[in-house]
């Protein structure tokens, strides 16, 4: 009775989670309407990722096991939750900064609810801001929520054993110098790690090889890294140290990037999303 208890438990996780394939395909027509009507799309997202888990969780016969197979597998599987932020992350460099807030509270919402280490990929976690593609958007995300920073330490099988940058370019990128989807979870987690002179020794020849196949991609890596680093600095002293820390971890072909983008500013203001104050 009770190996045939399992086995059946087995199966409808099983089933849960291809649903959520099946499910995750439901994001592309909302990612369309980001597009085209960004205003009421951006007030949605919270509730189209209900609508995609619930999707997911419902079997044959009507019944929602959400709950359920959440409590039991930890939180939702990544497909669903992934799909959404990077339908999301598709149109956030575009957006204006009211716009931007106004996805980062819908997005906030959603990881607020759920236990942090289940959102950075901590403890065994597939994580939630682990597959997060855009710099721009996990970047905000984690100006507001330092907690919710995944870190750089997953991406390191990317580049281990691999002796040249021409070896990890044909591995990591296709033809038009894109991450290839199938083998890089989120773009700005393998970029940030690629460029540390911490992580790898690819940092200089990285840098060349986007400034010519994908510079706007640089750039908004870069702005991701600089906001990182400054958006909650409050003393001159706090400035230099982390520029001189930024020289230091990042490749010299990029320190002129530095101080011009520090000096933009273009990213979240955290303190309007201090989770007592909304």
Known sequence: MGCSGNENLLNDLRKAFDSHYFAAIDIIPFSEMLKENPEEALGLIGKKYNEALDKAYTDEEGVNNRG???????????????????????????????????????VLSILDGRNYAEVNGDRGYPGHT???????????????????????????HLWENTASFEELEEKIFDESGNFRREVVRSDFLVSYALLRSDFTSFGEDFALYMNIKNPDFLERTL??????RFARTETEDQIIDGKKRLEELLPEPVHNRIEPIRQEADWVDYKKFDSRNY
């Open 223 to 228: 702005k991701g890294i600089v906001g990182l």
């Open 68 to 106: 359920y197979v959440e409590a039991l597998a930890g939180g939702p599987f990544e497909a669903i939750p992934w799909a959404l932020y990077n339908a999301v992350g598709g149109v956030y460099p575009y957006l204006d900064r009211f716009q931007r807030d106004k996805a980062l509270k819908q």
């Open 130 to 156: 682990t597959g997060i593609r855009e710099p721009l958007l996990l970047s905000d995300i984690c100006i507001c929520r330092d907690l919710y920073w995944p870190g750089l330490k997953d991406e390191k």
